[in-house]
């Protein structure tokens, strides 16, 4: 079945489980690291066929890399961005990246 991978929070998680579809990430990577040595290889699963990213404040680089394997090395995967925002008000004391 095909995955889907998730740079976002728990708001992406709940619709893609109410339009039945089953993901990876989100924010139980948030905590996930990369080993930066040499001959470090990075798996990931190969029936991921889209990558959904949105807002994200356990943005990590380990989500960066694992969306960027998916996109490139699985076949027809997708890239989703959820929000076309460039700002957002996340706060009233200034403006914060969308």
Request: glycine share 12%; net charge negative.
């Amino acid at each position: 079945m095909v995955q889907v991978y998730v740079i976002g929070e728990e708001g992406i998680l709940k619709e893609l489980e109410l339009a039945g579809f089953q993901y990876l990430g989100g924010p139980t990577d948030g905590d996930k690291k990369i080993e930066l040595k040499p001959g470090f290889y990075m798996e990931h699963d190969k029936d991921v066929g889209a990558v959904v990213v949105g807002f994200d404040r356990y943005f990590n680089y380990y989500k960066v890399q694992y969306g960027t394997l998916c996109i490139r090395e699985n076949p027809g995967c997708l890239f989703i961005a959820t929000n076309r925002d460039a700002v957002t008000h996340l706060t009233d004391a200034q403006e914060w990246a969308g």
